[in-house]
């Protein structure tokens, strides 16, 4: 065993130190050492008897440097040109589930997409496509919308309701989205003020210039309602919705939303819901200071 690694396996056993500001010290020095110190806190997690204390603080080291290095990837998800929905998804879903990898999570869901990939075809039109998609998705992969009042963290984070097949308004469009531009199709969320899942289908080969309609649609061939089994439905009846609920037409309520706007909906979502859960507050407070890294 090389010396530097003997010195952590020391500092690690010195984590017990009743002595605050040694403790203090030796968990600043291990918490320097990056996502590399992790495997040999492991180690020692796994070895002999622990008392619960220092188990604890064990424990608790590897989540402070999972998250710092979580809100550093994040960050640099910010600041990039690419933007990519996927991996900034990822990133905050691995909050929840920090040993998954985007490999796996893009694995999921790619055998969804080929399921999908295998039915449609280049002959269809942009509706066949759709109700083919919606066919895959909602009845042989039986996905489906949370209750109201059953949502919970687990409904919203992308990897539970791929595994579940279940998960709120919000995730399940998410999901709906990801997987349509995967396959090359121009289907983009759009957040809604009333919480509905809206996708906008874009007008991608200017057929609604051929019928004097470019103007009224916004460049919106249709809109996709993935609360109702991927429902296709026109501007007018997404007005005629927002107008019941008395809500004041926006722009921004019939274009899609920017990557960054859906990741702080996706945050905001998943703060709400462990408002309802024990021992949330924490996780509250981790998750706020995510959205906090868009405000920087």
Known sequence: MRRDNISLFALIELMDDPD???????????????????????????EGVI????????????????FKELKTELSDWIISSEK??????????????????????????????????LEINTQQTAFETIKTFNRVFFHHHDFRKSL???????????????ETGEGDSFSLGLVYSILAQSLDLPV??????????????????????????????????FYIN????????????????????????????????????????????IIDACRNTPNGADKILDLQEMLQLFEA
């Open 51 to 66: 008392d619960p204390e220092h188990y604890e603080r064990l424990s608790e080291i590897i989540r402070d440097v999972q």
């Open 188 to 221: 983009f969320k759009i957040i809604q003020p009333n919480g509905n899942s809206i996708l906008a289908y874009l007008d991608e080969n200017q057929t609604l210039s051929h019928l004097n309609l470019t103007k009224e649609c916004n460049g919106i061939l």
């Open 20 to 46: 605050t500001r040694v403790y203090a010290q030796i968990r600043n020095e291990l918490l320097s050492q990056g996502t590399s110190i992790i495997p040999y806190i492991e180690a020692s997690l796994h």
């Open 226 to 269: 993935t609360d109702n089994l991927g429902s296709i439905i026109d501007s007018l009846s997404l007005q005629d919705q927002l107008n019941k609920l008395g809500l004041n037409s926006r722009k921004s309520f019939f274009e899609p939303s920017s990557n960054s706007a859906i990741l702080k909906a996706y945050l905001r979502k």
């Open 148 to 162: 109201p009042d059953e949502v919970t963290p687990f409904d919203i984070y992308i990897h539970s309701v791929i």
């Open 84 to 117: 990519d929905l996927l991996q900034g998804i990822y990133l905050i879903t691995k909050y929840q589930f920090p040993e998954l990898s985007f490999e796996t999570l893009k694995q999921k869901l790619w055998e969804i997409r080929k399921d999908i990939w």
